[in-house]
């Protein structure tokens, strides 16, 4: 890979990384983790910095002198609450707290990005380097696109990488229109009346609506990856009143994640879950509440915004390989692709490592070059 980095510019984003993963921060919280990025960013000449953006985001922007298209790349920031059972030197030191999706190597992508636009200024258009906080909860990317600040970018494109474990390191894997789903997470309560459990008939147990519930909003899961209205129902959580064997329960709290390829298929299925549910709890004579959380948008990718990714990674002479369906995991970015043109596309972490999310994950070092060569490949194609 020296034809993309030298290896001691290797090894510092590589030390920079490192430090991300050992002081890591949950959604909301990224307040150390976005200093250290300006820090970094203030050493790149950028034109601007904009600081606590949405939370504690990050926007660096680079302008040239001529003028030409503005193009945005996104990171994330924050990590997640999963106790890191690795052992190397650079592990989280914060108990219950550690970069399990890579979040540390995207952010690095960045600056490396940043370095390379120090070395090779731009000649016209602008890049805003955007470091995005609170990715995992679905709340980050609508607080920046909210926040008065950015009003005033108007990117033209817009784009976003994710490393994807079980592809070789360094493949570019693309795909047109949906590249993740619409995703959202139910939470269901049902309250009723206590009763001694000897006499249950003189209270109200949500128990029966609560089995009745699951059944049928499972039921509107559709397996079939090749529709249009592919829905995934997974029960996350539920329980029923306490461990008092002298009580009949009186209160039930259930809890779904919903994702589907389009926001379409996703409203429908809402509408529907939400009659299903007033009208049980309704039968049982119980109070009910429902409450739609950790929303996000589905990831459009535009046609020409993945062209640009295609050609990229080809003049670079990187594998492409398109993806039929949609990746199932859920990704902020979707609220600006929702918004701009721009696309999502992913980068293989090896076959070999850990899932995303498992306690045993850590973004692999390797495929840092590959991911700055890609978004650097971009402004030349499309500044050209």
Not at 141 to 162: G, N, T, Y
Not at 166 to 193: A, E, H, M
Not at 368 to 384: D, N
Request: aromatic share 8%; charged share 20%; hydrophobic share 40%.
């Amino acid at each position: 890979m020296t034809n993309i980095s030298t290896i001691e510019e290797i090894n510092y984003l590589t030390n920079f990384r490192k430090k991300l993963h050992q002081f890591p921060e949950l959604s909301g919280d990224e307040k150390q983790t976005a200093q250290a990025v300006v820090d970094e960013l203030k050493g790149c000449n950028p034109t601007t910095i904009i600081t606590k953006l949405g939370g504690h985001g990050v926007a660096a922007i680079f302008k040239g002198p001529l003028k030409g298209e503005t193009i945005l790349f996104r990171a994330e920031l924050d990590a997640l609450p999963i106790q890191e059972v690795n052992t190397f030197e650079h592990t989280s030191q914060y108990p219950q707290i550690s970069h399990k999706c890579g979040h540390d190597g995207h952010a690095t992508i960045l600056i490396g990005l940043a370095r390379m636009l120090k070395l090779n200024p731009l000649l016209k258009g602008e890049v805003i380097l955007l470091f995005q906080p609170a990715e995992e909860n679905g709340n980050g990317a609508k607080a920046v696109l909210a926040d008065e600040r950015f009003k005033s970018i108007k990117p033209d494109f817009v784009f976003a990488l994710h490393n994807v474990p079980d592809y070789d390191k360094g493949v570019v894997i693309v795909k047109n229109n949906s590249f993740t789903p619409s995703v959202t997470s139910l939470k269901i309560t049902l309250k009723g009346k206590t009763s001694h459990a000897a006499e249950p008939e003189n209270g109200i147990n949500p128990d029966l609506a609560l089995q009745e519930i699951i059944v049928a909003i499972k039921a509107l899961a559709d397996t079939n990856v090749d529709s249009e209205t592919f829905t995934v129902v997974t029960t996350v959580y539920a329980t029923l009143g306490s461990q008092d064997y002298g009580i009949s329960a009186d209160y039930a709290e259930l809890h779904f994640t919903i994702r589907c390829w389009t926001a379409t298929q996703l409203k429908k299925i809402k509408e529907v879950s939400s009659i299903i549910i007033q009208d049980i709890s309704k039968k049982h004579q119980l109070k009910q509440t429902m409450d739609w959380i950790f929303e996000f948008d589905s990831n459009n990718n535009d046609d020409k915004a993945v062209d640009y990714i295609v050609k990229a990674a080809e003049s670079n002479s990187f594998t492409v390989i398109e993806k039929q369906t949609p990746f199932k995991w859920g990704e902020d970015f979707g609220a600006f692709t929702q918004q701009y043109k721009g696309a999502m596309f992913a980068v293989g972490s090896g076959k070999e490592t850990p899932a995303l999310h498992n306690p045993d994950y850590d973004f692999p070092d390797e495929i840092t070059p590959y991911g700055v060569q890609m978004f650097h490949s971009i402004i030349k194609l499309i500044h050209a």
